[in-house]
């Protein structure tokens, strides 16, 4: 799921986290973002990566409103899209705190041409608006890393190459039993090297990311006519429908029958941005 907004700030935002990334484009030089203690200057074509889970909030007065343009997607999204590469970088970035892009300025201003494109796809509805914006929503999260000089990797099929092509597959077929062993052995790695591993490429451990996948798709498929709760939930792994209720609202702080009300009315899901 893709969600972008050209807007403006005026105040002192009080700080808040969601459960989505996103990608945060400077429009003008006014203001300064904090992202988990740390802030940076407002640069017309600079971009904050907000990941999720993150304390963050804007800084402004009226006198000097800040003007952006914001990209939120699924924490999963390059993964499920299969480009394990894009959503690896994106995992380091967490754990390496990089919040705040470079600023080389033939960087700066295709950055703002990417991303008010971006946000003009998200709201055309024209053909293909989805697989565009996806095409657009890459290209700007490998200018932000590429920004940092950020070293590469190399293509090599090592453990961690087999784990993320595991992830790959959990993410779209998350149904399918899973077991910590033999996901390990797959990999060729050791249980120990392969949870370490594991929890560090994903943020998850992998219990938590199996669930975690099937929650998401669960909320995805309550979207759709003619599904009823018990269908979204049997269809993703979730056998005791007690658990699968306790975990959702744990995870998105509704029910499941309430987020399928707010699809009916045709609504964005705002509670997948709210705060904590």
Same mark, same amino acid.
């Given at each position: 799921?893709?969600?972008?907004? +050209? ?10 986290? +969601? ?37 963050? +909030? ?17 924490? !999963? ?79 090599? /099929?090592?453990?961690? @190459? ?12 998350? !149904?399918?039993?899973?077991?910590? /062993? ?35 798709? !669960? ?13 979204? !939930? ?12 306790? @975990? ?29």
């Amino acid at each position: 799921m893709l969600w972008g907004e +050209h807007g403006f700030h005026d105040h002192v935002m009080a700080p808040h986290r +969601h459960d989505m990334h996103e990608l945060f484009i400077c429009l003008n030089d006014e203001g300064e973002q904090h992202i988990a203690g740390k802030r940076c200057a407002f640069r017309r074509g600079r971009a904050f990566f907000l990941y999720s889970g993150l304390p963050h +909030h804007l800084e402004h007065t009226p006198e000097r409103p800040g003007e952006f343009v914001f990209i939120c997607f699924d924490p !999963a999204h390059f993964l499920n899209c299969g480009q394990t590469r894009v959503h690896a970088a994106i995992q380091r970035g967490t754990v390496d705190k990089h919040y705040f892009s470079g600023t080389q300025p033939a960087y700066l201003e295709r950055n703002v041409r990417v991303g008010l494109e971006l946000r003009e796809e998200l709201s055309c509805g024209m053909l293909l608006s989805q697989e565009r914006a996806g095409a657009l929503l890459a290209d700007l999260v490998v200018g932000f890393f590429r920004s940092l000089d950020v070293p590469g990797e190399a293509d090599a /099929d090592t453990g961690m @190459e087999r784990l993320r092509r595991l992830c790959v597959r959990i993410g779209r077929r998350p !149904a399918e039993s899973y077991r910590l /062993d033999a996901a390990a052995a797959e990999v060729g790695m050791s249980r120990t090297k392969f949870t370490r591993q594991f929890k560090t490429a994903t943020g998850f451990t992998f219990c938590e990311f199996v669930n975690d996948c099937r929650l998401r798709l !669960a909320c995805r498929a309550l979207a759709e006519r003619g599904v009823a709760v018990s269908e979204a !939930a049997l269809a993703n792994g979730f056998d005791n429908l007690g658990y699968f209720h306790r @975990e959702f609202k744990k995870k998105f702080g509704r029910t499941p029958l309430q987020v399928k009300r707010i699809y009916q009315a045709n609504q964005f899901p705002h509670f997948l941005k709210e705060c904590d």
